[in-house]
C-alpha cells in the first residue's frame, strides 16, 4: 500500500493532505492509496479523508492528543510494517521534516525530501526537487522495499473527492512514552484565511514602500475580497511581516486560484513559491520587473496609487 500521514488542524483535514493523495495516484506505485489519521477526536477529519482515499486507518488515542515527533514517527513505522506499505508520504511541513526522517531510520528506508514530481521508474521510485535555490530541478531515484518521502506543500494538485468513500478501520497502536512533555500551547488566531489553504493570496513586496503602506494597502485589500496575505523574504527579513506569510522557496509554497502581486520584484526564490498559481495579477512601477514575464495580467504603477481604487471597487 501506499501509506499517507494526514495532516489536519482545528479538526479539519489539511489541503496538504489532499495534495498528497495526488501525489500518491501519479506516483505509479502499486496499492492502495490510505491514509493513517493519527489524533484524539479526528473522527471528522477521518470521513473527509475517506472521501479521497482508497481506505482510511484511525489511531484515535489520548497518547495522540498533542504532536510529538517521537510518537508520531513510532505510529506511522509500525503502520507501516504492519501494511507492508511500499512507500509512504508525509507533508513537508515543519513538523512532517521533523519526523519524516525518524521514520525513514526507523524502517532502514531511502527517504526522498521536499519532492515536487513522482514517478515509477520500473521498481523504482523517481523524484523531482528544487536545489540550488530553486534554480535547479534535481532529479533523485530511489529503489528499497519501502521508501518515505516528504512532498512540498503547493506542488501537487488537492485531489477531488472520489465517487465513493473509502473503507474506515481503526487501529490500536503500541506507542513509547515520550521524551518530552508539552506543558503548554498558545494558538494564534487569525480570522484571515490560512495562507496555504486559501484560493486567493495578495502579497506584498518592498515596494509597498513601508510596514504601514503593507498593513493598509496588502491586508486592506486582502481582507476586503477575503484573501490570505503574503509577503516576500526581503519584507519578512525587514521585520515588516513574520515568518509564517514568507512565500517562496525559504517559505511557503502556494498555489492558489488567484495570486495578486503588490510590488513585489519577482526574484526566481520567491517564483518558486507562487509559479504555479492559476492566475497571477502583478502591480509593479518597474515595467522591467521579473514579476512580469510570469503574470497573467500586469499594471505597471504605483501600489500607492492602484490599490487604493481596487480596494475602493472591490467594496461595491
Known sequence: MIL???EHAGGKLAKSTLEMVTAARQSGREGPVTVLVLGQGV????NAAAAVADQVLV???????TYNAEVWAAATAQIAQEGEASTIIIGGSRSGREYAPRVAVKLDAPYLEDVIRLSAQGNALQAQRYTYLARVTETVEAEAPVIVVTVKPGSFAPAAAAGASGEQYDVELDLPAPRV???GKSVEKSSRVALTEADVIVTGGRGVGSPENFATYVEGL???IGAGVGATRAVVDAGWRPYAEQVGQTGKTVQPGAYIALGVSGAVQHLSGMGKSK???AINKDAEAPIFKVADYGIVGDVNQIVPALIEAAGK
Do not use: G, K, S, W
Open 181 to 183: 512533555e508539552v506543558t
Open 222 to 224: 486582502a481582507d476586503r
Open 279 to 281: 492566475y497571477i495579477v
Open 4 to 6: 499517507i500521514v494526514a
Open 43 to 46: 473522527a471528522d477529519i477521518a
Open 59 to 65: 489511531a484515535d488515542m489520548p497518547q495522540l492528543a
